[in-house]
């Protein structure tokens, strides 16, 4: 009964998941409905059974998942980002009356299962599986509408690098387990602390891992995929890519910190992987800033933010003791993500392909509340406080400093002051220039869903602590 308990929220989305597919075969009147309520209930019920999990020690099946506080919170975190992208869907999908919605919401719900898996797994077999069940379901939101190019030709980007980043993971979990013959995090780490010394192959493997999930990350240099999927996919697609799969990338990153950076016995191994870490997070930071700078189309600046995000959340990781900065600065991530794309899906309607700068000019004066909470999503954005993007880089920067790492808190402090001007430039765009935009009332969804994320940047800026107790 306790397995059945434990594995119920997984249970769950996947049963309702096969009964929108099933509802997708009925006559169309009222099937939408009924699919829109199935999907927000089955994200809001595997949302209380995560919530009664919080204060126990949960370990599934020997080893294989594992429920601790800081996975619970980052599932929540998913689940709350996932509830506001799937509210925001029902006018998006009516009047994109290409799309079916029910595999719209049967791809969600799939990818929170790929998502919780990588979450709580114990097991590197787990979090292969895992991670290819989300991809799986990533790529076809990406290619959804049939008839655009652009769409197709992001999502097959996305699937190509996609399979490279599991030969990635893949090798490096052979030769783990070749020096360590486990597949469970906690016997490796067992073994690792256990061994006098490693092989070549060991360090191999274990940049082998990182490489393949930096893929899904888009650090630099392995990012070229982001701004065409981002791009070519629709808006609430878009959304969803920027931030489940950093989610669940970043907390199996998480798991191998705390094996090899916060285990007395084996820190010159993550010495090694420090220093590797520190130059993808200098690159990710940096060369995103620069590519940022240029753009006008909104979703390929907004994937070039995203991996200077990546960078400033890595960067925490070369600190032993920065995993708290990294997971705050992470949920931080994605309430600014969703409330940003909730604004793209506002302004955007079905024009997907041509959202620009341009698209923004006078904004302000057609869409003043729209406008004004975009600003404060931006502010967050661009670490001005009292926005929880500010304290998100602040807390970072110091672990940095304590931890010894001037120089790259130094790296990270001109970045974020680099990135401040592009965010700028959408603000004025907002609100110094005329625009001839038609004038379109928001649905009510779309103005929960935006209002929602800019209390919760500046809640989380306010009172950092509800998060931080919680860790």
Do not use: C
């Not at 029910?102 to 709580?120: I, K, N, P, S």
């Not at 600003?375 to 304590?402: E, M, N, R, T």
């Amino acid at each position: 009964m306790e397995l059945f308990i434990s594995l119920l929220p997984f249970i769950v989305l996947i049963a309702v998941g096969i009964i929108i597919l099933f509802i997708d075969v009925a006559p169309r009147q009222g099937r939408n409905v009924i699919q829109y309520v199935l999907a927000l209930t089955a994200i809001a019920a595997a949302g209380v059974l995560f919530f009664g999990f919080f204060g126990r020690a949960i370990t599934v099946l020997s080893g294989v998942l594992i429920y601790d506080s800081l996975s619970l919170l980052l599932a929540m975190t998913v689940l709350a980002a996932a509830f506001v992208l799937v509210m925001l869907s029902r006018p998006y999908l009516e009047a994109k009356r290409a799309y079916r919605g029910g595999e719209f919401y049967f791809f969600v719900l799939t990818a929170l299962v790929g998502v919780f898996g990588m979450l709580f797994a114990g097991n590197l077999l787990v979090i292969i599986v895992s991670l290819e069940v989300l991809s799986v379901a990533l790529y076809f939101l990406a290619a959804m509408d049939q008839n655009d190019p652009a769409g197709i030709e992001g999502a097959v980007k996305y699937f190509i690098l996609g399979a490279v980043a599991l030969a990635f993971t893949l090798y490096g979990t052979a030769l783990v387990y070749g020096f360590t013959h486990a597949l469970d995090i906690d016997r490796i780490a067992a073994y690792t602390i256990a061994a006098e010394s490693y092989p070549v192959y060991f360090y191999i493997g274990l940049i082998f891992l990182f490489i393949g999930f930096a893929f899904k990350l888009a650090l630099v240099p392995f990012h070229f995929w982001a701004p065409d999927a981002y791009e070519g996919a629709n808006t609430l697609a878009t959304g969803i890519m920027s931030v489940l799969p950093k989610i669940g990338a970043f907390a199996v990153m998480f798991k191998i910190v705390q094996v090899f950076f916060t285990t007395s016995h084996v820190q010159s191994t993550g010495a090694v992987l420090m220093w590797f870490i520190a130059v993808i997070a200098v690159l990710s930071m940096t060369a995103g800033n620069f590519f940022a700078l240029t753009q006008t189309s909104l979703k390929r600046l907004f994937a070039y933010s995203s991996i200077v995000h990546s960078g400033f959340i890595l960067s925490a990781l070369v600190a032993y003791n920065g995993m708290q900065a990294a997971a705050f600065y992470l949920i931080v991530y994605a309430a600014m993500t969703v409330g940003v794309f909730a604004v793209l899906v506002y302004l955007s309607g079905t024009n997907d392909a041509n959202l620009t700068l341009q698209d923004l000019n006078g904004a302000a004066k057609r869409h003043p509340l729209v406008s004004g909470l975009f600003v404060f999503l931006l502010a967050s954005f661009a670490g001005i406080p009292p926005f929880a993007g500010f304290f998100a880089k602040f807390y970072v920067f110091k672990v940095l400093i304590d931890g010894g790492h001037l120089w790259l808190a130094i790296v990270g402090i001109i970045n974020a002051l680099l990135a401040v001007y592009y965010y700028l430039k959408l603000i004025l765009a907002m609100y110094t220039r005329e625009g001839a935009v038609e004038t379109k009332r928001a649905a009510l969804s779309e103005r929960l869903a935006i209002g929602i994320a800019a209390v919760a940047v500046l809640a989380l800026g306010i009172f950092p602590s509800i998060i931080l107790k919680v860790m």
